[in-house]
Nanobody, 117 residues
Framework: QVHFVESGGGLVQPGGSLTLSCAVSGALFNNIAWDWYRQAPGSQRELIARVNSDMTTNYDDSVKGRFTISRDNAKKTVFLRMSALKPTDTAVYHC???????????WGQGTQVTVSS
Protein backbone atom coordinates (compact mmCIF):
# COMPACT_ATOMS: atom_id res chain seq x y z
CA GLN A 1 0.00 0.00 0.00
CA VAL A 2 1.30 3.43 -1.00
CA HIS A 3 1.39 6.30 1.44
CA PHE A 4 1.94 9.87 0.27
CA VAL A 5 2.75 12.70 2.63
CA GLU A 6 2.57 15.98 0.74
CA SER A 7 3.67 19.01 2.70
CA GLY A 8 5.00 22.53 2.36
CA GLY A 9 1.89 24.33 1.21
CA GLY A 10 0.52 27.46 2.75
CA LEU A 11 -0.38 31.06 2.12
CA VAL A 12 2.16 33.16 0.25
CA GLN A 13 2.16 36.60 -1.34
CA PRO A 14 2.40 37.01 -5.10
CA GLY A 15 6.01 36.82 -6.19
CA GLY A 16 6.95 34.65 -3.25
CA SER A 17 8.40 31.16 -3.12
CA LEU A 18 7.51 27.79 -1.61
CA THR A 19 9.00 24.33 -1.75
CA LEU A 20 6.67 21.34 -1.62
CA SER A 21 7.68 17.85 -0.57
CA CYS A 22 6.15 14.46 -1.27
CA ALA A 23 7.43 11.67 0.94
CA VAL A 24 6.59 8.22 -0.40
CA SER A 25 6.47 4.91 1.41
CA GLY A 26 5.29 1.42 0.59
CA ALA A 27 6.06 1.48 -3.13
CA LEU A 28 8.77 1.30 -5.73
CA PHE A 29 10.38 4.69 -6.14
CA ASN A 30 13.72 4.85 -7.93
CA ASN A 31 12.78 3.07 -11.17
CA ILE A 32 9.72 5.16 -12.08
CA ALA A 33 8.86 8.73 -12.96
CA TRP A 34 7.23 10.98 -10.38
CA ASP A 35 4.82 13.80 -11.09
CA TRP A 36 3.28 16.88 -9.54
CA TYR A 37 -0.33 17.68 -10.36
CA ARG A 38 -2.49 20.54 -9.25
CA GLN A 39 -6.21 21.20 -9.18
CA ALA A 40 -7.63 24.68 -8.79
CA PRO A 41 -11.19 25.19 -7.56
CA GLY A 42 -13.64 24.42 -10.34
CA SER A 43 -10.90 23.22 -12.67
CA GLN A 44 -9.57 19.91 -13.94
CA ARG A 45 -6.50 18.34 -12.44
CA GLU A 46 -3.47 19.19 -14.54
CA LEU A 47 0.02 17.76 -14.79
CA ILE A 48 2.57 20.49 -14.19
CA ALA A 49 5.91 18.74 -13.68
CA ARG A 50 7.58 15.35 -14.06
CA VAL A 51 10.94 14.01 -13.06
CA ASN A 52 11.91 10.78 -14.80
CA SER A 53 13.96 7.93 -13.43
CA ASP A 54 16.98 9.21 -15.37
CA MET A 55 16.49 12.66 -13.73
CA THR A 56 15.28 14.37 -16.89
CA THR A 57 12.33 16.69 -16.34
CA ASN A 58 9.25 17.97 -18.11
CA TYR A 59 7.12 21.02 -17.32
CA ASP A 60 3.82 22.46 -18.35
CA ASP A 61 4.12 25.84 -20.02
CA SER A 62 2.18 27.43 -17.17
CA VAL A 63 5.03 26.77 -14.73
CA LYS A 64 8.08 26.47 -16.98
CA GLY A 65 10.87 28.74 -15.80
CA ARG A 66 9.28 29.25 -12.39
CA PHE A 67 8.98 25.74 -10.91
CA THR A 68 11.66 23.10 -10.49
CA ILE A 69 10.97 19.44 -9.78
CA SER A 70 13.58 17.19 -8.22
CA ARG A 71 13.87 13.89 -6.39
CA ASP A 72 15.94 12.34 -3.64
CA ASN A 73 15.94 8.60 -4.26
CA ALA A 74 17.62 7.79 -0.96
CA LYS A 75 14.85 9.56 0.94
CA LYS A 76 12.07 8.55 -1.49
CA THR A 77 11.00 12.17 -1.66
CA VAL A 78 9.90 14.37 -4.57
CA PHE A 79 10.26 18.13 -4.35
CA LEU A 80 8.70 21.04 -6.17
CA ARG A 81 10.42 24.38 -5.79
CA MET A 82 8.08 27.19 -6.75
CA SER A 83 9.06 30.80 -7.32
CA ALA A 84 7.47 33.93 -8.76
CA LEU A 85 4.14 32.63 -7.54
CA LYS A 86 0.96 34.04 -9.01
CA PRO A 87 -2.64 34.01 -7.77
CA THR A 88 -3.40 31.57 -10.60
CA ASP A 89 -1.05 29.07 -8.95
CA THR A 90 -3.58 28.68 -6.14
CA ALA A 91 -4.55 25.01 -6.06
CA VAL A 92 -4.25 21.73 -4.23
CA TYR A 93 -0.97 20.13 -5.23
CA HIS A 94 -0.63 16.34 -5.47
CA CYS A 95 2.16 13.96 -6.27
CA UNK A 96 1.78 10.62 -8.02
CA UNK A 97 3.50 8.35 -10.51
CA UNK A 98 2.02 7.77 -13.95
CA UNK A 99 2.62 4.86 -16.26
CA UNK A 100 0.95 4.41 -19.64
CA UNK A 101 -0.99 7.64 -19.04
CA UNK A 102 -2.65 6.36 -15.86
CA UNK A 103 -1.86 6.94 -12.19
CA UNK A 104 -0.08 4.06 -10.53
CA UNK A 105 -1.43 4.82 -7.07
CA UNK A 106 -4.42 6.24 -5.29
CA TRP A 107 -4.40 9.99 -4.82
CA GLY A 108 -3.36 11.40 -1.49
CA GLN A 109 -4.79 14.44 0.22
CA GLY A 110 -2.39 16.88 -1.37
CA THR A 111 -1.23 20.18 0.04
CA GLN A 112 -2.97 23.51 -0.40
CA VAL A 113 -1.09 26.43 -1.91
CA THR A 114 -2.79 29.81 -1.72
CA VAL A 115 -1.26 32.85 -3.37
CA SER A 116 -3.08 35.84 -1.95
CA SER A 117 -3.82 39.07 -3.73
Amino acid sequence: QVHFVESGGGLVQPGGSLTLSCAVSGALFNNIAWDWYRQAPGSQRELIARVNSDMTTNYDDSVKGRFTISRDNAKKTVFLRMSALKPTDTAVYHCNSFGFSTPRFSWGQGTQVTVSS
